[in-house]
């Protein structure tokens, strides 16, 4: 699937986690041999998905007729199989709001156990290399406002402190944070 914008993200990343399962698994599965029924299981229901692909449709134009005061949303969220950011343009319009997606990335977390808060971190990472991405290659457009919006309170705490008296780990993530974004632009929803 060529999806350079990630807008096929949640299919993809499902392709991902089967595909890391199959590499994982103990004993190891040899190129012929059958797939596990748990393994097989999720295979059978992501073919299923592929087939609602085709009815997938996006707007070629990311901007609505008569569209103004643009305000970028992006939200991060992280999982203990994956992590990820999307971007969405909402605009103003005589007849309303409009929203469209953007862009978005996923990852898929390590197999090594992993605290959620450090994925939920990665996740928020994401989410502001997602914005010099779209800052970089969309400069056209000022948008009037931006949210970086995430759903751990742990991480809205660590984004809006200094990078420093945190661990290497977080410390290194929380300062490019700081470099790509403003701490204020940063909130966190259930």
């Not at 096929?8 to 059958?34: E, F, G």
């Not at 862009?103 to 959620?116: E, F, G, H, M, W």
């Amino acid at each position: 699937i060529y999806d350079p914008l990630g807008l096929l993200a949640p299919i993809t990343i499902a392709a991902n986690i089967i595909l890391r399962k199959v590499w994982a698994s103990q004993p190891q599965i040899d190129w012929d041999d059958p797939l596990p029924k748990e393994i097989q299981k999720d295979w059978d229901s992501f073919r299923e998905i592929l087939s609602y692909i085709p009815e997938v449709v996006f707007e070629r134009s990311i901007k609505p007729l008569n569209g103004t005061l643009p305000i970028l949303i992006i939200l991060s969220d992280g999982s203990k199989q994956a992590y990820g950011a999307a971007a969405y343009i909402r605009w103003c319009t005589p007849i309303g709001y409009v929203s469209r997606l953007l862009v978005a990335k996923s990852r898929i977390a390590p197999l090594k156990i992993v605290d959620p808060v450090r994925l939920e971190l990665c996740a928020a990472l994401l989410n502001s290399r997602l914005y010099v991405f779209i800052q970089k290659e969309i400069p056209q457009i000022a948008f009037s406002q931006v949210f970086h919006i995430v759903d751990s309170e742990i991480v809205k705490a660590m984004v809006n402190k200094q990078s420093y008296g945190f661990n290497t780990f977080a410390a290194n993530r929380i300062g490019e944070i700081h470099r790509n974004t403003e701490p204020g632009n940063w909130y966190w929803i259930e």
